[in-house]
C-alpha cells in the first residue's frame, strides 16, 4: 500500500469535505438540515399569509356592498345573487387561508399566491385607487408570502408534488 494508499485515502476524505461544503445541485430538492433550521421562518410565514388573507376578507366584509355592486354589473347579477357570490368568496378565501396554516401543500400555496394576483388586479376597478402597478407593488406581501413559502417547501416538479 505505501505512500499511494495514504494520498488515496486523504484525497477521498478531502473530497467528501469539499462536496459537503457545496450547496446540492439544482433540481436537488430540499435539504432535510436545512429545512429543520428554516422550521421557524415556515411557521411565520404560514401564520402571516394567515394573517393577511382573514384581514382582506374582513375587509371586504365590511366594504360588501361596493363589491356587490360591481359584481353584479360586471356579471349581471341580481344584488341578492352578487351578495351570495362575494361571501361565497369569502368563504373560499378563508378556507385557503385555512389550508396555508394547517396544512400548507404547495398547491395552497401557489393558489393562495394566485389569488392574491387576482384580487389586486380587480381591486382598483371598483374603488378606483392608486394604478395597478403601484397597487401590486405596495401589496407585494400578499402575494411574495405564499409564494416565499412556495419556494423554501420547494417547487413541485411533478404534478404529484403539488399535493405535498
Known sequence: MGWYGFV???TAIMES??????????GYGYNRNCMAASRPIEWFLRLFVFVAFASH???VL????AWTNWFSHLLGLSADQAASFVFLMLVLEFSLALMVLI?????????AALWAVLALA??????AGQPLPLEFLEHAAYWGMPL???????WPRTWRELLT
Open 8 to 10: 488515496k485515502d486523504s
Open 57 to 59: 376578507s374582513a375587509f
Open 17 to 26: 469535505q469539499v462536496k459537503a461544503l457545496l450547496p446540492p445541485p439544482a
Open 148 to 154: 416565499l413559502l412556495l419556494a423554501l417547501r420547494g
Open 62 to 65: 365590511q366594504t360588501r356592498p
Open 103 to 111: 396544512l400548507p401543500i404547495r398547491l395552497a400555496c401557489l393558489t
Open 122 to 127: 380587480v381591486r382598483p376597478i371598483p374603488f
